[in-house]
Each structure stands twice: as C-alpha cells, then as structure tokens.
C-alpha cells in the first residue's frame, strides 16, 4: 500500500513560475524523500529531508516538513520545461513507500 | 561510473511463463530494492536487500514471486505464472549504506502479459 499522497494529481504553469507540490502521509517517519520521474525513466533522487529539520534548500527546490500535520511541500522556483516530470514523495528507506505523484508540465 | 542497469529493458510474456528480471546495482552498494510500478502509479515496494540477505518481502504480491541476491551483488526477481495483473514496470534501486539514504534507481524493466 503507499504511504504518500501527492497534491495536486496534475499542475500545469508557464516557464518561469514557481510550482508546489504537497505530500501528505500517515505514520510516522524518520526522512522524507523527493524523487522526479521523466517519462519512461527511473526514478532520480531530489532532496531528503529528516523528521527533525523543517526546511530545507536545494537550488530551485525547497522542501519544507511539518510532521505534526504529516505533511511535505516541494516548492520549484523559476520553473523550466526541463522540469516537466512526475514528482513523488516517499518515506523512509528501507520499505520506502511512495505517493501516486504530482505531473507536472512547464509550458515554454 | 556505471549507474543501476536493468534488462531485459522490456519484456513480453504469455500468460503461464516463467520471467526473470535482472537487476546490477552500483557496485559497492550495499542495499537493494525492487518496486513495482502500475502505469500512472507511483512505485510499489516489493522487497529490500542489505547485502545477500532478504531483509523484508512483506510487498511480494503472491508466493509467485521470488527474489534473490545470492553473492551481495547482482539481484533477480523471478515470476512464476505470471498473470495479465502482473503487467507492470519493475524497477530496481541500490543505496550505499543500510538504510536512510538516497536511492539510485535503474531505468526499469517493463512486462506485458498477453
């Protein structure tokens, strides 16, 4: 069964716009993870984030946690078309479980 | 060097075949996952490797499928039977440590049964 949720299901915006997503999921954890998929392909590690840090900067990406609410945000800055993809959280490690994914699509 | 590699990259079977899957990890990694993932899902756990030894098969959907890491290194996921449900992409992912690290993932093998 998979842990994550992903919010929204699909996001489509304009180059240059910032794009959130939001994961929320229901036992507790120790890391969060943010994986992106481009169709067809494998699955390329993003960012981790462990239960006791709350935010946390990776270039465009920021990742913020709040584990009372059981939530995650990814946040893209200056969105490029290169940056279409599926996005899924997961948590954990070992018996990583992921969310159905957010698509999104960065119009040029 | 070499990422994870995975082949057959695509693969066809009849209902009733036997399939094995391969999976080569980044060398040196001691973890290794296989996941199943149905079109427009996310990835489905399956089973997970600290070195040889099997740490957890609790995602294995039915006893018709087994995996292995016999030396630590290269892994297979076999199926037995399969089954149309079984339609899937089967990815492959190794991380360097025991746990809590980022995983690497293969490009994935997919399976059709006819």
Not at chain 1, 45 to 58: A, G, P
Not at chain 1, 96 to 102: D, E, P, V
Not at chain 2, 79 to 104: F, H, K, M, P
Request: net charge positive; proline share 4%; aromatic share 8%.
């Amino acid at each position: 069964s998979q842990q994550g949720e992903e919010d929204p299901q699909a996001l489509s915006i304009q180059e240059g716009e910032n794009a959130t997503m939001n994961c929320s999921y229901k036992t507790s954890i120790n890391n969060l993870q943010w994986y992106r998929q481009n169709s067809g392909r494998g699955l390329v590690h993003l960012i981790l984030i462990r239960s006791n840090e709350r935010e946390k900067h990776s270039g465009r990406l920021r990742v913020t946690l709040d584990t009372s609410k059981k939530s995650s945000s990814l946040l893209i800055t200056a969105s490029r078309a290169a940056d279409t993809a599926s996005y899924f959280c997961a948590t954990d490690a070992n018996d990583m479980r992921f969310g159905a994914g957010t698509r999104l699509t960065v119009k040029p | 060097g070499a990422g994870v590699s995975q082949s057959p990259r695509y693969k066809v079977a009849k209902r009733g075949q036997d399939v094995a899957l391969r999976c080569d990890p980044i060398s040196g990694h001691v973890s290794l996952f296989w996941y199943q993932q149905a079109l427009g899902q996310g990835p489905e756990f399956l089973t997970y490797f600290q070195n040889e030894a099997q740490l957890d098969k609790s995602g294995l959907p039915s006893d018709r499928f087994f995996a292995e890491r016999p030396e630590g290194s290269v892994s297979t996921l076999k199926i037995q039977r399969t089954q149309q449900e079984d339609s899937a992409v089967y990815l492959c992912a190794s991380s360097l440590q025991a746990g809590g690290t980022e995983q690497y993932f293969g490009p994935g093998t997919r399976l059709t049964v006819t």
